[in-house]
């Protein structure tokens, strides 16, 4: 999500710099994120991540919950229950904190994440690689967090790993040190077309809104783009996403694997088993977590950038 409201922001400000150059003559700049420093973006950009998989971490995990559905399950005797009624149960069986689980790990995950994405979208504007390849190195780097955030969410009454400490302990001492890694190609795959869908997308109906209500709001205009780009972003990348997330679980808690011909191969297994239907499995909370998610995460950042900004001057 970092990355889809990142290039939101970033690809603007880039067309907006190529369209319009400035004049080269001093002159104060009035842009909040020159004058807060490289320290201040990443603090920014941090926070915003964080609090945003806060606010949205319930519908996180409902995702998934619905992803790893049919891993260890006959596609037939899969539960039917719609996202409110998984909901009103966790609530009931595993208490109301119970849909924030794994959440520390997802803030320790998305800090680092979040703030070199955001840095690398004002810091690459006309460099749209560069961008990628920051976000592929983050997401390498953070991934075992990801990965034991999974397995810390997927849980639902009987708790194997008590914490994020024994988690990664088990994982380690159980499936060795590459076990951390599990399913990093799915995750490293998605990285380049969420941007590039998430920039064309946003561009595009950022200039057409542009050129039929030119007076609309520009907080409104990007906010509204933001979300309807974050939306085709995770529709054509969710199934990398599901895959991702099923590999994560493979042998967790000693369990039998069930993919074991790599990614290719897990794609092909849950299509003959669960049909193309399968690669969607928990896509409406994905969908319910986007909007706020852009939302949040673009206010938060703005404000604080704003708020940097006003420190530093009367510094």
Partial sequence: MEARVGVVEGGQRALNSALNPQPSHPKQSLNPQSQIGTLNQLLAGGIA??????????????????????????????????IWREASRIANEEGFRAFWRGNLVTIAHRLPYSSVSFY??????????????????????????????????????????????????????????????????????GVGPSIAISFSVYEALRSFWQSQRPNDSTVMVSLACGSLSGIASSTATFPLDLVRRRMQLEGAGGRARVYNTGLLGTFRHIIRIEGLRGLYRGILPEYYKVVPSVGIVFMTYETLKMLLSRIHTSD
């Avoid at 945003?52 to 596609?75: E, N, Y």
């Avoid at 990801?146 to 810390?152: E, G, I, K, Q, Y």
Wanted: net charge positive.
């Fill in 120 to 189: 690398a979208y004002e810091r690459y504007k006309k460099l749209l690689h560069s961008t990628i390849g920051e976000d592929l190195r983050a997401a390498s780097a953070t991934y075992p967090l990801d990965l034991v955030r999974t397995r810390l969410a997927a849980q639902r009454n009987a708790l194997y790993y008590r914490g994020i400490g024994h988690a990664f302990h088990t994982i380690c001492r159980e499936e060795g040190f590459l076990g951390l890694y599990k399913g990093l190609g799915a995750t490293l795959l």
């Fill in 49 to 82: 991540g964080a609090f945003s998989k806060t606010c949205t971490a319930p519908l996180a995990r409902l995702t998934i919950l619905f992803q790893v559905q049919g891993m260890h399950s006959d596609v037939s005797a899969l539960s039917k229950a719609s």
